[in-house]
């Protein structure tokens, strides 16, 4: 059943249950038959409220700081599989307190705190770089040119350092199975003799799994053929959108429609900016419930966020009606990198987070008030 606007506080993302399970069922049947285990990344999606339904399909986390950390160790129940770009020694501690793998960034880091690893009995990787990458947005380019994250095959020896378990590589973004057959020929081609040493290997996210079109037989059979050329290793993969892709949006209301120089803006009650970031960062133009590209003819308006950001605002989209002060507008998939990623910049209201049950009723997970505004800042 769709979500009844009349039973949700406004704003809100609100998470649909039904669409969240057939996410999971999908990933969790990748996972039983290609023999990996599949972990959920914190940094796409970390609504905990509805880790209870999360944890009925898969039990870990994958988390790159001490707070995702945390959380995977209070609310998911399981300690999680840690990746940083890099640890302080005031953290280190803790960390390994909620972690069962630590992948670090550099050898450099590696040697500093594997002595801590080893005696906290957590399974230490590395973060290697494969060089090979397919994500065209800089932004999103883990592989781009000089990058920080990972080390190139030139700082290892022939053989893995002492301790060193296991291999990470996060060089997707919203990527099919064909760019991940790829880049582990690239990966192999560097790495192969260190992956034959390694107990397990991190292929990180971007794996695209629930989304429409993409096939999940050819990346099972990708990931069995590379589980053939090295069968005893243990391998991971930890996406982040797969888990959440197209499980929900964010409700608004119109405040205001203001008119210059003949744009018509319709002012709503969430920002971008602070709400929806990546629509400006990445950038990219979100889909908004029955709206279209401009056409001439139609009702069309630029969407104007709440902040004083000038640029706070999406570029004409046309309508079937006129839009009033009251209407609602749904801004889809809404639910990965979203809600992590807000903020409270300019004391604009914060939306609510909510789930649509399978039941058809709305839970409440949380409304946002003046203290989360202030207790951010002192
Ligand atoms: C190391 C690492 N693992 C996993 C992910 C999750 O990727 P996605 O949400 O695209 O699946 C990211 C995303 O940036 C990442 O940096």
Known sequence: MPVDIKKIPLPCYVLEEDLLRKNLTLIKQVSEIAG???????????????????????????????????????????????????????????????????TFNSLNQFNKYKEKAKTAGV??????????????????????????????????????PETLEGLHFHALC?????????????????????????????????????????DTNHLIQVLKAFKQRYPKIHVILEPGSAFVWQTGSLYSTVLDVVENNGVKTVIVDVSFTAHMP????????????????????????RIGGTSCLSGDFMFEYSFEHELKEGDTLVFEDMIHYTMVKTSTFNGVKHPSMGIWTK????????????????????
Request: net charge neutral; with cysteine.
């Open 278 to 301: 990546d629509c400006l960062e990445m950038p990219y133009r979100p889909r908004i419930t029955g709206a279209i590209d401009p056409v001439e003819g139609k009702p069309t308006y």
């Open 123 to 160: 399974s230490c990787g590395i973060r290697v770089n494969p060089q090979y990458s397919e994500v065209t947005t800089e932004l999103y380019n883990p592989c781009s040119p000089n990058s920080r994250l990972g080390m190139c095959i030139e700082h290892f020896k022939e053989t893995l």
């Open 174 to 214: 919203e990527n099919d199975s064909y760019t991940l057959e790829k880049t582990l020929q690239a990966f192999e081609k560097k790495f192969a003799h260190l992956i034959k040493q390694a107990k397990w290997i991190n292929m990180g996210g971007g794996h695209l799994m629930t989304k429409q079109g993409y």
């Open 359 to 378: 039941e058809n009723t709305f839970k409440l997970l949380k409304k946002f008030g003046y203290t989360d505004y202030k207790n951010r800042l002192s």
């Open 36 to 102: 990996v285990e599949i972990i959920l990344a914190f940094k796409g999606f970390a609504m905990w409220g509805a880790f209870p339904i999360v944890r009925e399909y898969i039990n870990g986390a994958t988390a790159s700081s001490l707070n995702e950390a945390r959380l995977c160790f209070e609310e998911m129940k399981t300690k999680s599989h840690t990746y940083c770009v890099a640890i302080s020694d005031d953290e280190i501690d803790e960390l390994l307190k909620y972690s069962s793998h630590i």
